[in-house]
DNA sequence: ACCTGAACACCGTTCAAGT
DNA sequence: ACCTGAACACCGTTCAAGT
């Protein structure tokens, strides 16, 4: 419980690796503060503000109560930042057991995009934070029991989670980052990409390259993003299938 | 020049998007500061102390000078991540012209990560900004040039894209933060990744997930992480060769 | 044209004190 | 056991002033 704290958060640890037992709820406390309380108003603040707006300070007063309240529950900002990364994972629907290979892993890439999609801040903290809370680990071994049905040599299994799942943070990162940028700013996705490509065709030097990226031949921004997404997905499992053999 | 510099930076821009001429080096002040400079020194600074650590304040010192000359040269820090994090893109080898597309993918895949890796405070930054500088377009153009010689129809060209440099976005921001984690804490990194399994060991609903990423058989980190990439990136050519008639 | 110093409105966190 | 207030050592940036 939050009365014995670890001393302080060594650069290689997480709250997750403690020797403690892993942060739990506990009762209502008088000013009606508890860990999961906070940990909820992180979320929000985070999805609300963004990454770079929320403070201790900040989020006390969301809660009606002293910034150092916060601290009794919660050691350091960054633990309190990787129980909330961790929290959200829960939102990432797992596909039935009885599913196939394929459908698993399209199930799970899609979800975890949509997560990744919806909490712009998840990207900068899953890359800094090892991310092995629990509901994590859920989705992690969801995703290995997907590969585990695809046939390739059990060498290889780490490896092509690794293409599926580094492909959806990648893609979730620059998605997300893209809509909150267009949302915070007021201007349509498709308004704010015919300016990004305006400027850019102003510059002689990438007209082949800008050439390429036209040749999707789309008409909205959010089309080419699912085409692109859906060619990708359908690349990693014809991949898979075909490296079954290769091996 | 950066006597007329734009006013202030709103949401949704870019250095290299103003109507402004992109940054220039300029020629040597009384105080020895320019442009380039700056930015060299920046560079340095997030190598050798991290993102968290840069403040103008610290780079001031680094240069001799205080906060807010570099102001002069400079609009906001934004703007000077953003041509540091352009700066080192210049380090990405690009291949041969002749090459054929897989060598050419495969070399501008390992040359991508490779940065990431040494560069562990370009992944957030990357992800934050829209990356559309000279250095960095260079890369993607020679990465477009590569993927229009594989054969796949030109709808398909920019998801396949997506799927190689997300995937190693991913995976260089990984590996990179792993290694700065260790370096930082002084463990090596077969230690820290023995002490991270041992205390994942200890919650039994794990077991099987460990297995999974066990199955690999390889002894050190180093190893392993190879057999990942070089799996993934296998994966990835012989989806895109199947993908080829499958459209 | 270039650089400085003081100031403003913030941070995360420590520590002694309150109830 | 839980919460507060003051303080410390920082931030990015503005602004008026120096040379």
Redesign the pocket.
């Known amino acids: 419980?939050?009365?014995d704290r670890r001393s302080?958060r060594d650069a290689r640890s997480s709250v997750w690796l403690s020797d403690r037992p892993a942060p739990a709820a506990g009762k209502e406390?008088?000013?009606?503060?508890r860990l999961d309380k906070i940990v909820d108003a992180t979320v929000r603040l985070l999805d609300s503000e963004g990454l770079a707006k929320?403070?201790?300070?900040?989020l006390a007063a969301e809660l009606g109560?002293?910034?150092?309240?916060v601290?009794?529950y919660v050691d350091?900002?960054?633990d309190l930042l990787e129980m909330a990364l961790d929290q959200v994972h829960e939102e990432i629907g797992l596909p039935d057991e009885a599913a196939d290979w394929r459908a698993a892993l399209r199930e799970l890439a899609c979800e975890h995009r949509g997560m990744l999609v919806r909490h712009p801040w998840v990207s900068p903290l899953a890359g800094e934070f090892l991310n092995v809370g629990p509901r994590a680990l859920a989705f992690a071994d969801r995703a290995q029991r997907a590969i585990r049905g695809s046939g390739l040599p059990d060498g290889s299994w780490m490896g092509a989670l690794a293409l599926v799942f580094q492909f959806t943070y990648g893609f979730g990162t620059v998605e997300g980052r893209w809509r909150e940028r267009c949302r915070t700013s007021g201007v349509s996705e498709d308004a704010f990409y015919g300016e990004v490509m305006g400027r850019l065709a102003r510059r002689p030097e990438y007209a082949e390259s800008l050439a390429t990226v036209r040749a999707r031949g789309e008409r909205t921004v959010a089309a080419m993003r699912e085409r692109d997404f859906e060619f990708a997905l359908d690349c990693v499992i014809a991949g898979i299938t075909a490296m079954r053999e290769a091996v």
């Open positions: 419980m939050a009365s302080a406390q008088p000013h009606g503060l929320v403070s201790m300070r900040r109560v002293t910034a150092m309240s601290y009794w350091t900002k960054d």
